[in-house]
């Protein structure tokens, strides 16, 4: 990758002007979608519209990292006893680590699950076991992005799940049910490691 610095130019086709010349210069830039800016990026800009044509390569990882925090908030009512399985579920991947991995962990389920890494049969049906009915007395919740919300939007179609508090119930009972019967343990500490 070539670093260009601010006020090196190239030769550019701008939307406005056709072939021109452009001087890479700190300017904010809006998401194409408009849901969000990023402030203060090294982009090419044309000499004569002052329109931004490009963005160098070094720019991504500020923009991306910029985009990834555009997310949506989503808070589910749980039984006190759902949390009380992700923090014994997140000690036995790794005890070192807090429970501020429980979100990751079922986030990193609910990818798992929605791309069929991990086997989607019967989720609905743990909603209907014992350990599942009981009072809502808890607030879980995260922050997701676009991934992640179209990947709730597919579990609740595959397996008729309601609404997000069905969705986030069954991950949690399944991530309960993987760790009593540890099908995925091994896999799930090498992930946690990353987190230590």
Do not use: W
């Amino acid at each position: 990758m070539k670093i260009v610095k601010e006020g090196d130019s190239r030769q550019v086709i701008c939307p406005e002007c056709g072939l021109t010349k452009a001087t890479y210069l700190l300017r904010d830039v809006s998401f194409n979608d408009d849901s969000g800016v990023v402030k203060n990026i090294l982009a090419a800009v044309c000499d004569h519209c002052d329109t931004v044509v490009s963005i160098p390569k070094q720019s991504t990882a500020k923009v991306r990292a910029e985009y990834n925090k555009i997310k949506t908030p989503i808070d589910v009512r749980l039984p006190a006893h759902f949390l009380d399985i992700l923090n014994v579920a997140t000690q036995k991947i790794d005890a070192s680590l807090g429970d501020s991995f429980n979100k990751a962990l079922v986030l990193y389920y609910l990818h798992a699950l929605s791309s069929n890494r991990f086997s989607q049969d019967d989720l609905g049906l743990l909603l209907k076991s014992d350990i599942a009915k009981a009072k809502a007395s808890k607030r879980f919740s995260v922050k997701l992005n676009e991934k992640s919300i179209n990947e709730i939007k597919s579990l609740m179609a595959s397996q008729k799940l309601k609404n997000n508090t069905e969705v986030f119930k069954s991950l949690i009972l399944k991530i309960n049910e993987d760790i009593v019967q540890p099908k995925h343990l091994a896999e799930l500490q090498n992930f946690a490691a990353a987190f230590a």
